[in-house]
């Protein structure tokens, strides 16, 4: 199955954040603005955002481990609902130590590491733009035990 398929098949689409005035508010509003509208995808219910320089209307392939962690978040929104979003931006903190914020991006990175993403890129990626959610040890820590109990 395509991942185009994929995404379909999970009810979502993928759009560009080129011209999306909700990405460009969202944005503004982040001291790592760069970042987000040219490097990070971001997924809202079950539309996956992305970076303004890919080409949304042509193939996804080369993303697939991408849209992969992006279709967890839709799955994780669809069944958390409203929990989910607020879990994620709010609790405990918004930044630093936002345990849930942790929590819903451990299970999605970890589709990017079977997929051979290293260990020491997701957590300075998490560090780096997810505003501190967890120590650095303990994010290499459960992930090095995750991938060490295989699939699950």
Do not use: C, N
């Amino acid at each position: 199955m395509t991942v185009r398929e994929q995404v379909a098949a999970a009810g979502a689409r993928v759009r560009s954040k080129r011209g999306s005035v909700l990405m460009t508010i969202l944005s503004v509003l982040l001291p790592w603005r760069a970042w987000f509208m040219r490097a990070a995808w971001t997924t809202l219910g079950r539309t996956i955002y992305a970076p303004t320089w890919i080409d949304v209307a042509g193939s996804l392939e080369p993303y697939r481990s991408i849209l992969e962690h992006e279709l967890v978040h839709v799955r994780q929104w669809r069944r958390w609902w409203l929990v989910y979003p607020i879990s994620y931006l709010l609790l405990p903190l918004p930044i630093g130590l936002a345990w849930w914020r942790w929590r819903w991006e451990r299970e999605a990175y970890l589709v990017q590491l079977r997929a051979g993403t290293s260990v020491e890129h997701v957590v300075d990626t998490l560090w780096r733009h997810y505003g501190w959610p967890w120590p650095r040890w303990a994010m290499r820590r459960w992930f090095r035990r995750a991938l060490a109990r295989g699939p699950s």
